[in-house]
């Protein structure tokens, strides 16, 4: 925890590969009225950080500059009116922006305390993907303990966070993913069920299992439709992502006939006071599950952050499971 | 109110145009417990009735014999259990199938008392339009008085129910129609803006109107996406029919980005004991917008039971405003 007099973060060069990230020199910037100013001990990197980097996600206005949505670290600075953190104090944070840093600032109500019981590095891979599920899976999705929750993507971050927290409110999981491996580790987690999406149809195997509930989806592309087909009467089918695209051929019959839900949401753009909500809410809830081990952060790798180009190619491949953190 | 020893209702013979209407002699039913049995004053004709005479609706399990899914008229008997009602008694019924009839059945908990200064064959064409407006606008659109609902299809029964309905909660209201007698219709039932969808692009006009909150749709096709690219942050799309089909060519990006909802429902199907909560509610809340004169029947035409082929020409035109009536 040296306190460097420069800032060190990632920007993006120009829209691109992952070889446009570059290091550069910042001030340290200073927490306005109401904001935390942290030194990063680890920031997560996340599919919104790749499409940005890309050039088709622009952060919202007012966002601290460069990539990043998450970070762990310690409490440098309080702006004015802060209370209720202190400095030293290990946190956590969700951040609009500027996370692939040595330092950023983040509004208090975005800050939580780090949970006891999980490395501070491997705790930079909780804010965003546990804020994204819990709005999406048990806010929008409204996700009850009979129900059972279907996730795309078992192990990305979002998946694995998604199985363990449906998982230890009590739901069944039905989870998808691409290879043995992945499928194994979906099953680890709690999944009651794991498809691989490569070899069987998702629609059909989930449909024998009597349906789903909740589905999550950050797919799009073909799959909207089979989600339809395999969704329960009165089921939520939330949309986070469109990896094979947002244009889909649906058939709404069976949306109108069977009462489903058909919605999505983002996390980054939300006011300031919406994500303070969700942190008080998830504090109260989800905290406890990471403190008595039931919803852990799955950590794919780390890289260092002047590394962050490397990291980026771990994530263009496909081929991590779980998070992968740059150190800072 | 003359009491017939037989009970004629209008089936369908074959799946076809309106002359496969027939009116046929049946026995009365009588009423089982928790039943009433009504002897009707008239019956409502909707697009559901002109769906299943084309052979695509099929009624569901236990629905009586015939078409007709709402009714007014006097109460004649009771079945075991039934209390809260009299012979006698005028009431309005959302019936399940067999409302083009002399005689229907109706559940207990979906008959209401026929609102106070309404006639009794204009009251037949309430049920199914309240019902249907108040589940999808008020209940899974959750309209509130500050906001915006954009309803299709103005003048036809549910066009002008939802009008006046979301007048009289005090919201603003957008409505489509195609000719001007019917766009004048709109604006004295109290839409603030009446959009002709033949010479205006509504999605244009709605967003220069600043976005509708609530859609209810009964258009889908092509309407879809448009109404998806008018609609508000938060807003709610319910569809409730698919005049141009349910086949939908959709970009959701704006669906996550706007949080939009996309869902729908129908009525006939759902259980005895949901249209009981839905009676009970309606009867609280928009009874007494009926009997204040805030919202009134339009009724487009009345037919005699026996020439309901008549009544299904009219509605096959699309030259209707309002409901069409069959007296009985």
């Known amino acids: 925890m040296s306190q460097p007099q420069i800032n060190h973060i990632v920007i993006t ?3 691109g590969g992952p070889d446009v990230l570059e290091l550069v020199e910042r001030d340290i910037p200073v927490p ?4 935390i100013l942290i ?3 680890a920031c997560g990197v996340n599919r919104p950080d790749q499409i940005e980097r890309l050039g088709f996600y622009p952060a919202p206005p007012g966002a601290p500059e460069g990539l990043g949505l998450e ?3 310690h409490v440098v600075a309080l702006g004015e009116g802060v209370t209720g953190h202190t400095i030293g104090d290990a946190v956590v944070a969700l951040v609009a922006g500027g996370g692939y840093s040595e ?8 800050v939580l305390p780090a949970p006891s019981g999980v490395d501070l590095v491997d705790a930079a891979g909780l804010p965003e993907t546990v804020f994204t599920v819990w709005t999406n899976v048990f806010e929008i999705g409204a996700l009850s303990r009979d129900e059972t ?3 795309h993507g078992g192990t990305s ?7 363990q927290m449906a998982k230890a409110h009590g739901a069944r999981v039905i989870a998808t993913a691409g290879t043995p491996d992945k499928l194994a580790l979906c099953r680890k987690l709690g999944a009651d069920i794991a498809i691989n999406y ?10 024998e299992a009597g349906g789903a509930d909740v589905i999550l989806d950050m797919v799009g592309g073909s799959n909207v439709q089979k989600n339809i087909n395999c969704a329960r009467a009165g089921a939520r089918i939330v949309s986070i992502a469109f990896l094979q695209g947002s244009r889909c051929e649906l058939d709404l019959m069976r949306v109108m006939l069977k009462r489903i839900t058909l919605t999505g949401s983002t996390l980054r753009a939300r006011p300031v006071e919406e994500k303070a909500r969700l942190a008080a809410a998830i504090h109260k809830t989800v905290w406890p599950w990471i403190e008595a081990g039931q919803v852990i952060p799955v950590v794919d790798s780390r890289f260092a952050l002047a590394d962050a180009a490397s990291a980026h190619e771990r994530l263009d491949s496909g081929q991590h499971s779980g998070k992968i953190l740059l150190t800072c």
């Open 149 to 151: 929750l279907l996730v």
């Open 32 to 35: 306005g009225p109401g904001e």
């Open 103 to 110: 330092h950023v600032v983040a509004p208090a109500g975005s």
């Open 71 to 73: 970070v762990s670290g």
């Open 157 to 163: 971050g979002i998946g694995t966070t998604a199985i």
């Open 39 to 41: 030194r990063n001990t």
């Open 13 to 15: 060069r120009e829209p």
């Open 198 to 207: 490569r070899e069987e149809d998702f629609e059909t195997v989930v449909n």
